[in-house]
C-alpha cells in the first residue's frame, strides 16, 4: 500500500543535539511539507519542497534544515539552535495530478531530555 | 498572510447527534481542506473542497469561497468520530496550507 513512513514515532533529545527525523513516501507525490505542532495548537510550517533539490521555508524555518536529494524523501534536522524542540512533527506529500489533496504521515512526537 | 478561523473551539455531543463545524478565512482561496486528527494524532484528509459541496457518508462539507467560509456537517456521530477537526486553506499562487486552531469534537456514548 502507498503511503507516507515517519520514523521514529518516538524521539528523546539530549540539550546540545543536532537529530534527524525520517519522511519516507512511496506515493509518487512531488510536494513534500514539514509541519510542527504543539499541545492544543493547530500546525505550523516548518519547510516544503516541490521538486527534487528544491525547497523553501515555511513560517518556522529558525533552528531546523531539510535536504530532498530523492523524490521519496524528505528528511528533517531539528538543530541545536531550535531552542524549544518539544513538538510533535508532521510530514506529508501532495500531488497536483488530482485534488485529493494532502497525504500526512503519523508523526514524531520529539522531546527534549 | 491569511487568517482562519475556526468554531466552535469546543463541542461536546452525544452520539447520534448532527454537528456542524465552521470556517472562515480571510482572504481568496484555490485551496480548502478539512481533515480529522485523532487521538493518536494520524490527521485524515476528509476533502478538499475550495468551492461547492462535497458528501462523503454521514460526512458533508460545503464551501462559498465568495463569501469565505466553509462548513463540515457530521450526521449521526459516533464515538469514533471524536478528535479535532481542522481546516487548512492556500491562496491563489501560494503553494503551502494555512492551517486553523481547530475544534476539538468529542462524542459521548
Known amino acids: 500500500d502507498g503511503g507516507i513512513t515517519q520514523s521514529p514515532k518516538y524521539l528523546f533529545r539530549k540539550e546540545g543535539q543536532n537529530v534527524t527525523l525520517s519522511c519516507e513516501q512511496n506515493l509518487n507525490h512531488d510536494a513534500m511539507y514539514w509541519y510542527r505542532q504543539d499541545p492544543g495548537q493547530g500546525l505550523r510550517l516548518i519547510y516544503y519542497?516541490?521538486?527534487?533539490?528544491?525547497?523553501q521555508k515555511g513560517d518556522i524555518a529558525e533552528g531546523y534544515s531539510v535536504s530532498r536529494e530523492k523524490k521519496e524523501s524528505f528528511p528533517l534536522t531539528v538543530t541545536s539552535a531550535q531552542k524549544n524542540p518539544t513538538a510533535f512533527y508532521l510530514c506529508?506529500?501532495?500531488?497536483?495530478?488530482?485534488?485529493?489533496?494532502?497525504?500526512f504521515g503519523s508523526g514524531t512526537r520529539l522531546t527534549v531530555v | 498572510g491569511i487568517q482562519v478561523e475556526q468554531s466552535p473551539p469546543d463541542l461536546i455531543l452525544q452520539e447520534g447527534a448532527n454537528s456542524t463545524l465552521r470556517c472562515n478565512f480571510s482572504?481568496?482561496?484555490?485551496?480548502l481542506q478539512w481533515f480529522h486528527q485523532n487521538p493518536w494524532g494520524q490527521l485524515i484528509n476528509l476533502f478538499y473542497?475550495?468551492?461547492g459541496t462535497k458528501q462523503n457518508g454521514r460526512l458533508s462539507a460545503t464551501t462559498v469561497a465568495t463569501e469565505r467560509y466553509s462548513l463540515l456537517y457530521i450526521s449521526s456521530s459516533q464515538t469514533t468520530d471524536s478528535g479535532v477537526y481542522f481546516c487548512?486553506?492556500?491562496?491563489?499562487?501560494?503553494?503551502?496550507?494555512?492551517f486553523g486552531q481547530g475544534t476539538r469534537l468529542t462524542i459521548n456514548p
Open positions: 487548512a486553506v492556500a491562496i491563489q499562487g501560494a503553494q503551502k496550507l494555512v
Open positions: 506529508a506529500s501532495e500531488t497536483r495530478l488530482t485534488n485529493y489533496g494532502y497525504t
Open positions: 473542497i475550495p468551492s
Open positions: 482572504d481568496s482561496v484555490n485551496n
Open positions: 519542497s516541490q521538486i527534487v533539490n528544491d525547497f
